[in-house]
């Protein structure tokens, strides 16, 4: 492993070892939304919540580092299927490590039901805590940033200039990133699954508000 390597491995501490095993699996593609940034961010999210909430701390750092390792566009007709093509990897990634069945399938479970696209509840404290984790990226200053970032990717405009609260059109976020607030982002919070997700999600929540609120003022 090269020095890079291993420094990056180790700011997953206290789970370098596998993070280092995982690391170059992590990120797939070109995506700056979805990239080794957002893997490290949403590991912190986990541990914190792991932290006052419990779960096994090894499948879960697991699940964090390979939860995004099959890349799949937010424009692309597969991408209600991402995190279950990224759990399929994620489990031939750990069997070639020898991890046991009963792991790799509750690694696999955290990762499919991560993702909102896919609609799967999680079962398992581990499950919750993950898509607790991946969630709190998505709102906040850090939320607000990748919005943004995504809208451009795709071709998005900022908003509509005639009607940007979209009082007289219908919510259109392929078309404009701020209406993406309303359709997605602003319903996050009420989905967390643990006790420590939900307190730190109110946080971020209000501030992706005060956010669009300033935002519109501005307008």
């Known amino acids: 492993m090269t020095g890079g390597a291993m420094f990056a491995a180790e700011a ?28 490290l961010r949403v590991f912190r999210n986990a541990m914190r919540i792991h932290a006052g909430e419990g779960g096994d701390g090894r499948v879960l750092a697991a699940s964090v580092l390979l939860h995004d390792c099959v890349a799949v566009e937010k424009n692309s007709p597969l991408r209600a299927k991402a995190s ?27 990762i499919t039901a991560h993702s909102f696209s896919a609609g799967v509840a999680p079962q398992t404290l581990e499950a919750k805590i993950l898509q607790d984790a991946d969630r709190l990226d998505a709102i906040g200053m850090i939320g607000v940033a990748r919005c943004f970032y995504i809208a451009g990717r795709l071709g998005s405009g900022l908003y509509d200039p005639f009607d940007p609260a979209a009082a007289d059109r219908p919510l259109d976020d392929k078309r404009y990133a701020i209406d993406h607030f ?17 307190r730190l999600a109110a946080a971020r929540d209000k501030s992706l508000r005060d956010f669009l609120s300033e935002f519109m003022d501005e307008i």
């Open 182 to 198: 309303q359709t997605k982002l602003f319903k996050l919070a009420e989905g967390f699954q643990t006790e420590t997700g939900r």
């Open 84 to 110: 279950a093509l990224a759990a399929e990897k994620a489990s031939a990634i750990l069997a070639e490590l020898g991890w046991s069945g009963a792991d790799i399938e509750a690694a696999a479970h955290a």
């Open 12 to 39: 997953f501490s206290p789970h370098e070892t596998l993070a280092a095993a995982l690391i170059a699996h992590a990120a797939d593609g070109d995506d700056g939304s979805h990239d080794l940034a957002h893997i």
